[in-house]
């Protein structure tokens, strides 16, 4: 194992107290594991650090350039050290947050002036997007999902339940006719997705079940801010959360059709885990969470 830094603070204090002796005492070490140490750091820098006598400890050259350098090495160390340390106890930094597009516009995006107001040191990253990101690899500090999850390594926090409802312009409805049953998707256009991870099924609830509803239309779009767009303009059915339908359809832009068919996905937030999450991330967690699970609990009424 590398030890270079653990020979250095050696060398120093051999320097500090000149004896090897005195700083084994100190570093309770052994005076011959000291001067092992010193032995081993000058056979590696091939060059000599300290002239020994019976009688006293003198630095060559290089030794006191090694002494000058290695000081300020350790010295910027320590003082990086500290700065981690007081920004452990401070919430600032960075905090990169990905979400969908509807969840993060509606849900997330009105938080944030009151959190800068909590946390004004706290620059927040934040990236709206449908696709389902790598934390990792994206360098992603807090991930919102919707849906079911993947095993994996991640630490998951509940936000709550997104019920899905199947919804038209009322225009759409009058040209088309309002589906009665399920099987009267058969004759709409039904606005999809065209994620990688995306089958042209809606999950349906039939006879206390959910089952998986074949859809076909003219739009397949990567994000549901663009679905529930074009809903509104009257292209065609969508089946979208309700918190993303809940101001269309109080405004009278969407219907709801098939009430009770729907399903429900939950939502989480996603972290890496271990015992050092940073304190902005704690901080940040700890800010939305709560106003967005009231935010889903809302309902029509909110």
């Known amino acids: 194992m590398d030890n270079r830094i653990g020979e250095m603070q050696v060398f120093l204090r051999v320097v500090e107290t000149l004896s090897f002796s005195e700083a084994a005492r100190s570093l309770r070490m052994t005076p011959s594991t000291v001067s092992k140490l010193i032995a081993r750091l000058e056979a590696r820098l091939g060059v000599k650090l300290i002239e020994r006598s019976t009688r006293r400890l003198a630095l060559t050259d290089e030794g006191r350039l090694f002494h000058e350098r290695a000081g300020a090495l350790l010295a910027d160390l320590d003082a990086f050290e500290r700065e981690l340390a007081a920004g452990a106890g401070t919430p600032d930094g960075t ?62 926090r509940r936000v709550g339940v997104a019920p899905r409802k199947i919804v038209a312009a009322p225009d759409y409805l009058a040209r088309r006719g309002t589906p009665r049953s399920i099987d009267d998707l058969d004759g709409h256009n039904c606005l999809g997705f065209n994620f990688r ?106």
């Not at 905090?95 to 909590?118: C, D, H, K, M, Y």
């Not at 991870?197 to 994000?223: E, F, H, K, Q, Y």
């Open 95 to 156: 905090i990169r947050v990905n979400a969908s597009v509807a969840f993060g516009t509606l849900g997330l995006e009105p938080l944030l002036p009151a959190f800068w107001q909590a946390y004004p040191r706290i620059v927040v990253d934040l990236s709206l997007s449908d696709e389902i990101v790598d934390l990792y690899l994206d360098r992603t500090d807090v991930a919102f999902r919707v849906g079911r999850l993947s095993d994996s390594n991640l630490v998951a």
């Open 197 to 302: 991870r995306s089958a042209p099924v809606w999950p349906i609830r039939s006879g206390g079940r959910i089952v998986d509803r074949m859809v076909t239309g003219t739009l397949l779009a990567n994000n549901g801010e663009t679905v529930r767009r074009m809903a509104v303009a009257g292209a065609g059915l969508a089946r979208l959360g309700e918190y993303h339908a809940r101001a269309d359809i109080a405004a009278g832009r969407l219907v709801e059709v098939l009430a009770g068919t729907g399903d429900a996905e939950e939502i989480h937030a996603l972290h890496l885990g271990g015992p050092l999450v940073p304190l902005r991330v704690r901080a940040f967690l700890d800010f939305v969470l709560p106003r967005l699970q009231a935010f889903l609990r809302a309902g029509p009424a909110g």
